[in-house]
């Protein structure tokens, strides 16, 4: 039986991503969106490291989701030798895409303080959704997929399970009473919902488009900047630059760097490898207390 790309894609969706891969949804959607488009109907048997090029041209601009693609892409193809449908594998001897240039963009004090300001002009939850993700320095997918279900308000916290975490690690985000209360401002003053998503869109659905809604968000933050200083421009930024702005605005008020990183969820050099098994202390209080003088810095920062 030959077997089209497209409807192959399906299968190793439903017999093999689902029931080994917890963020399936999401590989699923990067192989349609940019592997399907480029292959096809073409049969598995005749894809050729030409086509493989093709897909990794289109991500030259997104160096983290090609390798990803390439990773999915050899693995389907793998899985596809073990059911006997492929003899060979286009991937085998073909080079993962260069990955990504470190970066090192955080926003600038001011910057900050027009992005927080320009934030309550963007319409429905983006506004609040950005602002906690200041507040908390939780990545943009996490504080996206907030369900109510996961917050306590009495205890002050936000604990995110494994299934939703990039690392695969429950965690605890303690709250500081300006996340609280922007909380409150969603729930419309009321007590907190039991379980729901967090931030909607206008048709009650998880929001999106945000490349579309930075870009506004982004000519907001620059007509701030201006009303300051008529020259200033704004360096061009990612939204996943706001975690790294929280971790160097926090090391500005001294708190120590693995607080931070564990604040951030973030397994780097003294979380990882052998360290990470054996130094198990989760730093609780001294993530509520960082939060806090976080949490104050913003206020004070955003007040005039």
Not at 90 to 104: S, T, Y
Not at 134 to 143: D, N, P
Request: hydrophobic share 35%; aromatic share 8%; proline share 5%.
């Amino acid at each position: 039986m030959e077997h089209r790309f497209d409807r192959y894609v399906e299968l190793f969706t439903e017999e093999y991503l689902k029931r080994r891969w917890k963020d399936w949804s999401r590989i699923r959607s990067m192989l349609v969106h940019y592997a399907v488009p480029t292959i096809g109907t073409k049969r598995i048997s005749d894809v050729r490291r030409s086509d493989l090029t093709a897909i990794y041209r289109r991500l030259e601009n997104r160096p983290s989701v090609a390798r990803a693609m390439h990773a999915t892409l050899r693995k389907m193809f793998k899985w596809a030798m073990s059911r006997d449908d492929l003899k060979h594998s286009p991937v085998q001897g073909v080079d993962a895409p260069p990955p990504p240039k470190p970066r090192n963009r955080y926003l600038s004090t001011e910057e900050l303080r027009c992005a927080w300001k320009a934030s309550f002009q963007l319409m429905g939850h983006y506004g609040p959704a950005f602002r906690l993700m200041i507040l908390t320095g939780q990545r943009r997918g996490e504080v996206i997929g907030l369900d109510w279900s996961e917050l306590r308000r009495e205890g002050s916290r936000w604990d995110l399970p494994a299934e939703r975490s990039k690392n695969g690690r429950p965690h605890l985000i303690p709250l500081s009473k300006q996340a609280i209360a922007l909380l409150d401002a969603v729930a419309c003053e009321k007590d907190w919902p039991s379980h729901g998503l967090v931030f909607l869109s206008s048709y009650g659905t998880r929001l999106s488009a945000f490349s579309k809604v930075k870009e506004k968000w982004d000519a907001m933050i620059v007509r701030k900047m201006r009303s300051a200083e008529e020259s200033a421009v704004l360096a061009p930024r990612r939204i996943h630059d706001i975690r790294r702005t929280v971790a160097t605005g926090m090391q500005a008020l001294q708190i120590r760097m693995e607080i931070i990183e564990s604040v951030l969820n973030h397994l780097s050099g003294t979380k990882s490898g052998i360290v990470g098994v054996y130094q198990c202390y989760p730093y609780q209080e001294e993530k509520r207390q960082a939060m806090k003088q976080w949490g104050r810095h913003i206020k004070k920062l955003t007040a005039s």
